[in-house]
């Protein structure tokens, strides 16, 4: 049986020090802080892992709860692509073009084993992978994920954007990884 969460989550306060009437933390931490509290996601569903996703934004999984209740179909008003579904070679151009449009810095998660490998597609016309044309954060495995696995994905991704040093997205690091998909 589906266990329903009902408690909210509490956003703990990161690493710092605190006393009398102050708390002090990084610059980098109490932007993780922010960042991580009120991702925008804009969902990319092309097939069944998106009515998963339906599922997660409903009331028993409620991804409200995680700041993640504002979901965006405009890539400039976004940070957290979800991909959900087979994606058609056809397509790429289109989820390329979306991603180069979002704003830095940005997260991906490959939702279910088409988003992240092709799933059962193995053929011609399916990309057997994302990760092919775009940097993946987390991959949630399944066909379909259940609701669970999809909150843990953005629980992962949570963790590495509340961690993310501010310096991330101008570091040569990341140039390169960007590089290697031909992105500017
Ligand atoms: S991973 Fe499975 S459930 Fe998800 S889109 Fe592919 S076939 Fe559908």
Same mark, same amino acid.
Request: one cysteine or more; glycine letters at 8%; a neutral charge.
């Given at each position: 049986?589906?266990?329903i ?10 690493e710092g ?12 931490? !109490?932007?993780?802080?922010?960042r991580?509290?009120?991702? &925008?996601?804009? #969902?990319?569903?092309? *097939? ?9 934004? !409903? ?8 700041? *993640?209740?504002?979901?965006s $179909? *405009? #890539? ?10 087979t ?10 073009e979306?991603?180069?449009q979002?704003?830095?810095?940005? &997260? @991906?998660? !490959?939702?279910?084993?088409? !988003?992240?490998s092709?799933?059962? $597609?193995?053929?011609? *016309? @399916?990309?057997?992978? =994302?990760?092919?044309i =775009? #940097?993946v954060?987390?991959y949630v495995?399944?066909? #379909? ?5 999809? =909150?843990?994905g953005i ?5 590495l ?18 590089g290697?998909?031909?992105i500017?």
């Amino acid at each position: 049986m589906t266990q329903i969460i009902t408690k909210p989550n509490v956003v703990e306060a990161p690493e710092g020090i605190s006393g009398e009437g102050y708390f002090l933390t990084s610059l980098d931490k !109490a932007v993780g802080l922010a960042r991580k509290n009120s991702l &925008w996601p804009l #969902p990319f569903a092309t *097939s069944c892992c998106g009515i998963e996703f339906m599922a997660t934004m !409903a009331a028993t999984y409620d991804l409200a709860r995680f700041g *993640s209740e504002r979901l965006s $179909f *405009s #890539p400039r008003q976004s940070d957290l692509l979800m991909v959900m579904g087979t994606i058609a070679k056809k397509m790429t151009p289109v989820l390329r073009e979306v991603y180069i449009q979002m704003a830095e810095p940005k &997260w @991906v998660i !490959a939702v279910g084993a088409c !988003a992240s490998s092709g799933g059962i $597609f193995d053929t011609y *016309s @399916v990309l057997q992978g =994302i990760d092919r044309i =775009i #940097p993946v954060d987390v991959y949630v495995p399944g066909c #379909p994920p259940r609701p669970e696995q999809i =909150i843990s994905g953005i629980l992962k991704i949570q963790d590495l954007v509340g961690n993310e040093s501010l310096r991330r997205r101008n570091s040569e690091a990341y140039n390169e990884l960007l590089g290697k998909y031909n992105i500017e």
